[in-house]
C-alpha cells in the first residue's frame, strides 16, 4: 500500500517568508508526528497528533512554528517568518496509534532551504 | 549531554565483513530501542524493534541492548554493498504516543 507522502519534496524560499509543508499519513493511521532533521543529525522531534489535536507540541522550537491536522488525516506544517536557521528536512511520520510497540513509518521528507 | 549519543563516522568496512554499530544513553525511562536504516535523500527505515533488555535477531541483523550499561548494538553479518547507508539509533519510553529520540547516525560505507 501507500506509503507517508510529503510534499513539496524541496522547496526554496527567501527569508521572512511563510511556507506551509504537507503530509500524507498512511490512510487508517491515527497518530501523526513531525520531526526536523539538520544536516549530519538525526531527526529531531517537533510535534505529535493523535486524531486532530496536538498531544504534545514540546519540540516546536517558537511560535512561528505551527501544525493543524483538521480531519485527522492530512497535516500541514506552518512556519512564519523565515529564517536561515529553519533550513532543514522536515520528516512526517505515521502510526497506527493502537498498539505497543507502535512503529513510526517515515516519509521522504521535505527539504527546506531559506535564502 | 545529549540524551543519545552515537559516532557519526564513516565508518568503512570491506564486503561480508561484520559490522558492529552502538550508541549510549542517559536517560533511564527509555525502554523502547530502534535502528533505522537511511539512504540519502530518503526517510528513516524501521530495521529493529526491541523492548527493555536482551537480543533480536532478523536475518542477518542483531539488535543487543543492555539496560544496566545504557549501551545499545546492531550487528550486520555478511555484510553488503547495499548496506551502505546512515544507521540511526532511536529511543523511546513508552511503546505508543511517544515521541522518538534519535541518535545523530552513523554512515556506513561496504566497500565491493
Known amino acids: 500500500g501507500a506509503g507517508v507522502s510529503q510534499t513539496p519534496s524541496n522547496k526554496v524560499t527567501e527569508k521572512g517568508k511563510y511556507v506551509e509543508l504537507r503530509c500524507d499519513p498512511i490512510?487508517?493511521?491515527?497518530?501523526l508526528y513531525w520531526y526536523r532533521q539538520s544536516l549530519g543529525q538525526g531527526p529531531e522531534f517537533l510535534i505529535y497528533?493523535?486524531?486532530?489535536?496536538?498531544?504534545?507540541d514540546s519540540g516546536l522550537p517558537n511560535d512561528r512554528f505551527f501544525a493543524v491536522r483538521p480531519e485527522g488525516s492530512v497535516s500541514t506544517l506552518k512556519i512564519q517568518r523565515t529564517e536561515r536557521g529553519d533550513s532543514a528536512v522536515y520528516l512526517c511520520?505515521?502510526?497506527?496509534?493502537?498498539?505497543?510497540?507502535?512503529?513510526?513509518?517515515f516519509g521522504p521528507g521535505t527539504r527546506l532551504t531559506v535564502l | 549531554q545529549k540524551e543519545v549519543e552515537q559516532d557519526p563516522g564513516p565508518l568503512s568496512v570491506p564486503e561480508g565483513a561484520i559490522v558492529s554499530l552502538n550508541c549510549t544513553y542517559s536517560?533511564?525511562?527509555?525502554?523502547?530501542f530502534m535502528w533505522y536504516r537511511q539512504y540519502s535523500r530518503k526517510g528513516p527505515e524501521l530495521l529493529m524493534y526491541?523492548?527493555?533488555?536482551g537480543n533480536k535477531e532478523d536475518g542477518r541483523f542483531t539488535a543487543q541492548v543492555d539496560k544496566s550499561s545504557k549501551y545499545i548494538s546492531l550487528f550486520i553479518r555478511d555484510s553488503q554493498p547495499s548496506d551502505s547507508a546512515t544507521y540511526l539509533c532511536?529511543?523511546?519510553?513508552?511503546?505508543?504516543?511517544?515521541?522518538?529520540?534519535f541518535g545523530k547516525g552513523t554512515r556506513l560505507h561496504i566497500l565491493p
Open positions: 490512510s487508517g493511521h491515527t497518530a
Open positions: 536517560n533511564s525511562a527509555f525502554q523502547y
Open positions: 511520520a505515521s502510526s497506527r496509534g493502537s498498539s505497543s510497540p507502535d512503529t513510526q513509518y
Open positions: 526491541t523492548y527493555s533488555s
Open positions: 532511536a529511543m523511546s519510553a513508552q511503546g505508543r504516543d511517544d515521541k522518538i529520540i
Open positions: 497528533f493523535q486524531g486532530t489535536g496536538a498531544a504534545d
